[in-house]
């Protein structure tokens, strides 16, 4: 009798645990390709701090295999539990990585792309942890090649500071109207986050409307972020972003474009960084299995000075072209080829404004930059 009632309490509790988990979803992407780059910088390019002068190695052309072309390698867990009342815990875990090498990406965070728990009721959805900025979540339905990793230049149109910790965010859909809010105790993972006494060191907020009926779309958003500016003193600058973007859906295709403004300040209020960045681009789905598609970006930048103590500059305008080629095998793979031609930049509009953060750096003595990839994708 007493093992038949702990078999039964065994059996009571592993029911329990699988209708807990029976809303809990594991998804992912895989995406490798074999690249070309030209002019690409055959060091790790640095600039002194003291200084402000850029240097940068000896011009190279590159082949490799790299992971993430159309998107970020990842895997990730997201669920809901109904509370009752039309209330909704939801939760998500994504990790980001590298199928070229299996190597943690986002500095190698477990969950670095998103780790955030919340509440959902028909007013919205208030989450708490490491999310996307109210400003990415209003401009990524006006991406022409939804923020794909690889030659995106979307840390010129959000920031670095796009995926931020710390965040409370509220995003609230009511018909075609979508807002979004959040509010960033500390980006720590680009200062020094939520330090004591210091409670606008590496903060953000930001707000966002997009209203999307029939065809046509439109998004409007406003993003700030007080970054360290020196790590000895806490000192902090102001950086500051607006956007707006429309669209309009046909057929066989969309077309989308945009403009996002920005002014970042040094601690003393001097001006580092002004500049307007614009893009233009567009789908078109030529087969049932295959779509193109083209897109242009363009910054201006009118003021630039690395270091306060450094004379302000103003420097060739960045612009790039991409291209896809995307073509469905099945509903979860597809092939690809993309291909990007950036000029007074690198790749994805990286220079010395984003702290050459990313592999794509001009070689000595460049201007230019070209980059085309072949490969495979598969969603699960």
């Known amino acids: 009798m007493k093992r038949s009632q702990a078999s039964l309490a065994a059996l009571t509790l592993f029911s329990g645990a699988a209708y807990s988990q029976s809303n809990v979803t594991l998804y992912g992407v895989l995406d490798a390709n074999i690249e070309y780059v030209s002019n690409i910088s055959q060091t790790s390019t640095t600039m002194n ?31 809901a539990e109904d509370l009752g009342g039309g209330m909704q815990a939801v939760f998500s875990l994504e990790n980001g990585f590298g199928v070229d090498d299996g190597k943690l990406k986002q500095g190698g965070r477990l969950f670095g792309r998103q780790a955030f728990v919340g509440l959902k009721s028909g007013l919205g959805t208030i989450t708490f942890g490491r999310q996307m900025t109210a400003l990415s979540t209003a401009l990524g339905n006006y991406s022409p090649t939804a923020f794909a990793y690889q030659y995106e230049p979307v840390d010129v149109m959000t920031g670095v500071n796009y995926r931020s910790d710390n965040t409370v965010k509220y995003v609230g859909t009511f018909g075609g109207l979508t807002a979004a809010a959040h509010w960033t105790f500390g980006n720590g993972a680009a200062g020094a986050g939520e330090v004591p006494g210091q409670f606008r060191r590496d903060s953000g907020y930001g707000a966002g409307l997009s209203y999307d009926s029939g065809p046509f779309g439109v998004s409007l958003a406003y993003d700030q972020y007080d970054p360290t500016i020196n790590a000895a003193t806490g000192a902090s600058g102001k950086f500051r972003k607006a956007a707006s973007a429309v669209k309009y859906s046909f057929k066989r295709g969309v077309v989308m474009a945009g403009y996002r403004w920005e002014k970042n300040l040094f ?70 080829l993309t291909a990007a031609y950036a000029k007074n930049a690198g790749l994805a509009l990286h220079n010395a404004t984003l702290g050459f953060a990313n592999i794509y750096a001009l070689g000595q003595g460049k201007n230019s930059m070209t980059g085309v990839a072949v490969g495979l994708r598969h969603k699960f």
Request: glycine fraction near 8%; charge should be neutral; hydrophobic fraction near 35%.
């Open 49 to 79: 701090p003291a200084t402000g002068q850029v240097n940068a190695g000896p011009a190279e052309n590159k082949i490799g295999l790299s992971s993430g072309a159309l998107s970020a390698a990842r895997w990730g867990l997201r669920g």
């Open 267 to 336: 601690p003393d209020d001097s001006t580092t960084l002004r500049d307007d960045f614009w893009w233009i681009g567009g789908n078109y789905e030529v087969l049932p299995a295959l779509t193109l598609t083209l897109a242009y970006y363009y910054q201006n930048m009118k003021t630039l000075k690395l270091v306060p103590t450094t004379p302000t500059t103003n420097p060739a305008n960045p612009w790039q072209v991409s291209f896809m080629a995307d073509y469905n095998l099945s509903k979860r793979t597809d092939i690809y």
